[in-house]
C-alpha cells in the first residue's frame, strides 16, 4: 500500500520559516521524483518544485531561492525548507511522487503565513 504522509504545516508569521516532511512508504523511493504542489483556496493546484532521483531540482518562480527541496533515500523522506514565507504563500501543500506513469498523492498538510 502506497502512502505518503505529510507533517511540518502550521502558522507562521511572514519573514519565518517552516520545514515540510513527506515520509512514504509502500515505494522504491530513490528512483521516484519527488514533488511539492500546493492550492491556496478558489485556486488551482500549482508546482512548487520537484526533485529527481538523482537529486536535481526545479523550483516555480515564485518560490525560487526561498525554498528548498531535499530527500533523503534512506528514511524514504522528502523536505521543503520554506524560507522568508509571504502571506501569498498561504495554502495546503501536497506532496507528490511520480515514477513512469504511476503518481500518488499526500493528503495535504496547512501552511498559513499571517502577521
Known amino acids: 500500500q502506497v502512502q505518503l504522509v505529510e507533517s511540518g504545516g502550521g502558522s507562521v508569521q511572514p519573514g519565518g520559516s517552516l520545514r515540510l516532511s513527506c515520509a512514504t512508504s509502500?515505494?522504491?523511493?530513490?528512483?521516484?521524483?519527488m514533488g511539492w504542489y500546493r492550492q491556496a483556496p478558489g485556486k488551482q493546484r500549482e508546482l512548487v518544485g520537484t526533485?529527481?532521483?538523482?537529486?536535481?531540482?526545479n523550483y516555480a518562480d515564485s518560490v525560487q531561492g526561498r525554498f528548498t527541496i531535499s530527500r533523503d533515500n534512506g528514511r524514504n523522506t522528502v523536505f521543503l525548507q520554506m524560507n522568508s514565507l509571504k502571506p501569498e504563500d498561504t495554502a495546503v501543500y501536497y506532496c507528490?511522487?511520480?515514477?513512469?506513469?504511476?503518481?500518488?498523492w499526500g493528503q495535504g498538510t496547512q501552511v498559513t503565513v499571517s502577521s
Open positions: 507528490n511522487a511520480k515514477f513512469l506513469t504511476f503518481t500518488a
Open positions: 509502500g515505494i522504491n523511493f530513490s528512483v521516484y521524483t
Open positions: 526533485i529527481t532521483s538523482g537529486g536535481t531540482t
